[in-house]
């Protein structure tokens, strides 16, 4: 429904409707005309890992580089700026992206290092790259087995090749790596922060560790979130969850406990998403079963004696069927999601529908992965981001971008939903599971609120809920799919405080 006015009382809205302009009750309110502006409910990312995303923003990025030349280039430029005892941290590797495909080794990065431990992660952020410094480090060597649900690559003698796949084989040497100070991580956060609101976004839900929980907690507790944030926290720390009888909904307005986050499988750019049949041109690979079900099984159970919903990360087949296996064999029936959804048999999606779970999926992976998944699933890409097929499932569904795996940008994941194509491209990929630009809205803003039990009181421009919602220079359900990638956002507003607000806007 389009209406052409919206009251507001401090942080909350008070009604909706056309002409309240001349409505006697409003008469004593400040009025702006926003002369055809269209406004919208704040926009929630419903999957990112925000901590991890300021903490980003310290490290070298190697986002869009197109070869392993460029990217040691950089990494050694970033590398030059750095006392010598940090260690060199990055991500954004892409190594399908390279004109001349190649997998890095540790050696590469030896010599760009300088004897500093470095870690650099894929794209994905499934695979680490790592040099032989770091390696050290970790005490990974060639007599170091691999981990249950991981992976060390490995030279033809044995030795470790500085790629390690999946959290267990990465992840001991990753907390190894040193904090950044608080006036750093600080900083850090404030440009996040910044980054959100001008990309209109009021809320994330956020999947983070123990560090990231730690860290929203204090700014909660002195009101400096400065974001709804739903919280899902790592499976690992479900002991502590128990200690302190963290329940479901325990928080604030501002930070709430959501849930519960685990692995079922890997990613396609690691070619480590579990799948029933084996990646396209290699000899055995069917990727990695990161959590078994039996498992699975017994963290849902856990999590929902606490009332804890869990969210489970899937993105090979046999990785969401694998999810469907442990939800149903738990006959736990709370507000359960899987993650990425990104491969998925169709009789697989009733399963889904039957057992309540909500599909949290990325549309901008979808334009970003069209290469790789005609290179790896290619006689199965029609079950790929089935955007259209959720909802004619009538299974809730609730877009989010995976920052920093991908932008924290909704208008952009928006605009993937509807045209499945790189911008500027006319390459589309299955064009029969494109959604509607309100379709895709929905699913940014009371998609994110169904996946964490706040439909109630969020997603929507109602009175009684808060005053959160973002003005646009256009109306995107109304123009062309290839014009949202021009719209901007033109202020953000959030419990009734402007947090942006472009120039143009006298607010």
């Known amino acids: 429904m389009v209406v052409d006015s919206l009251a507001v009382d401090k942080n909350q809205i008070v009604a909706v409707g056309n002409r309240l302009v001349h409505d006697p009750d409003f008469r004593a309110y400040s009025r702006m005309d926003l002369k055809g502006l269209t406004i919208i409910p704040g926009l929630v990312d419903a999957h990112t890992h925000f901590y991890w995303l300021a903490k980003?923003?310290?490290?070298?990025?190697?986002?869009?580089?197109?070869?392993?030349?460029?990217a040691l280039?950089?990494?050694?430029?970033?590398?030059?700026?750095?006392?010598?005892?940090?260690?060199?941290?990055?991500?954004?590797?892409?190594?399908?992206?390279?004109?001349?495909?190649?997998?890095?080794?540790?050696f590469m990065l030896d010599e760009v290092t300088s004897g500093r431990p470095a870690f650099i992660f894929y794209k994905d952020t499934h695979t680490a790259w790592v040099n032989s410094r770091a390696l050290e480090v970790a005490g990974i060597n060639?007599?170091?087995?691999?981990?249950?649900?991981?992976?060390?690559?490995?030279?033809?003698?044995?030795?470790?090749?500085?790629?390690?796949?999946?959290?267990?084989?990465?992840?001991?040497?990753?907390r190894s790596i040193p904090e950044l100070s608080r006036g750093d991580m600080d900083k850090c956060y404030r440009q996040a922060l910044d980054l959100a609101y001008r990309k209109g976004v009021t809320?994330?839900?956020?999947?983070?560790?123990?560090?990231?929980?730690?860290?929203?907690?204090?700014?909660?507790?002195?009101?400096?979130?400065?974001?709804?944030?739903?919280?899902?926290?790592?499976?690992?720390?479900?002991?502590?969850?128990?200690?302190?009888?963290?329940?479901?909904?325990?928080?604030?307005?501002?930070?709430?406990?959501?849930g519960i986050k685990l692995f079922a499988d890997g990613s396609l750019g690691s070619q480590t998403a579990l799948c029933f049949h084996k990646y396209d041109g290699s000899r055995d690979n069917y990727g990695v079963e990161v959590t078994p079900v039996a498992d699975m099984t017994r963290i849902i159970r856990r999590a929902a004696r606490l009332g804890l919903p869990c969210a489970i990360h899937a993105i090979g087949d046999r990785g969401v069927a694998n999810a469907l296996d442990a939800f149903e064999a738990a006959k736990q029936p709370l507000r359960h999601r899987i993650e990425h959804l990104q491969l998925v048999r169709r009789k697989d999606l009733a399963r889904v529908k039957r057992l309540g779970v909500v599909a949290s999926m990325q549309p901008s992976h979808c334009p970003a992965d069209?290469?790789?998944?005609?290179?790896?699933?290619s006689k199965r890409s029609a079950n790929a981001y089935v955007f259209r097929s959720v909802l004619e499932?009538?299974?809730?569904?609730?877009?989010?971008?995976?920052?920093?795996?991908?932008?924290?940008?909704?208008?952009?994941?928006?605009?993937?939903?509807?045209?499945?194509?790189?911008?500027?491209?006319?390459?589309?990929?299955?064009?029969?599971?494109?959604?509607?630009?309100?379709?895709?809205?929905?699913?940014?803003?009371?998609?994110?609120?169904?996946?964490?039990?706040?439909?109630?009181?969020?997603?929507?421009?109602?009175?009684?809920?808060?005053?959160?919602?973002?003005?646009?220079?256009?109306?995107?359900?109304?123009?062309?799919?290839?014009?949202?990638?021009?719209?901007?956002?033109?202020?953000?507003?959030l419990d009734g405080v402007v947090r942006y607000c472009h120039q143009s806007l006298n607010w």
């Open 73 to 106: 280039a950089r990494i050694e430029s970033f590398a030059r700026g750095l006392s010598r005892n940090r260690w060199v941290v990055g991500g954004g590797l892409f190594p399908e992206g390279f004109s001349k495909r190649i997998d890095p080794d540790r």
């Open 370 to 377: 069209i290469d790789m998944v005609r290179k790896y699933w």
């Open 56 to 70: 980003s923003l310290s490290q070298v990025s190697l986002d869009g580089i197109e070869s392993s030349d460029k």
């Open 203 to 258: 809320g994330v839900h956020s999947f983070d560790g123990p560090d990231g929980f730690a860290y929203f907690v204090e700014l909660a507790e002195r009101d400096r979130l400065g974001l709804r944030i739903n919280y899902y926290p790592p499976a690992a720390t479900l002991h502590q969850m128990e200690k302190s009888r963290t329940r479901y909904g325990t928080g604030t307005e501002f930070f709430r406990i959501a």
């Open 142 to 174: 060639t007599k170091t087995p691999d981990p249950p649900g991981g992976r060390i690559e490995r030279l033809p003698d044995g030795s470790p090749s500085g790629l390690l796949r999946e959290a267990p084989a990465y992840l001991s040497l990753f």
């Open 393 to 493: 499932k009538k299974i809730p569904l609730a877009f989010g971008s995976d920052a920093p795996i991908e932008p924290l940008d909704p208008l952009t994941g928006i605009a993937a939903a509807v045209r499945r194509a790189r911008p500027g491209s006319r390459d589309v990929f299955h064009p029969e599971q494109r959604l509607y630009a309100a379709e895709a809205l929905h699913a940014f803003t009371v998609g994110p609120a169904v996946a964490c039990g706040q439909e109630h009181c969020r997603g929507y421009l109602l009175p009684g809920y808060p005053a959160d919602f973002v003005v646009l220079n256009q109306n995107i359900t109304r123009i062309a799919p290839v014009r949202i990638y021009d719209t901007e956002v033109l202020a953000t507003v």
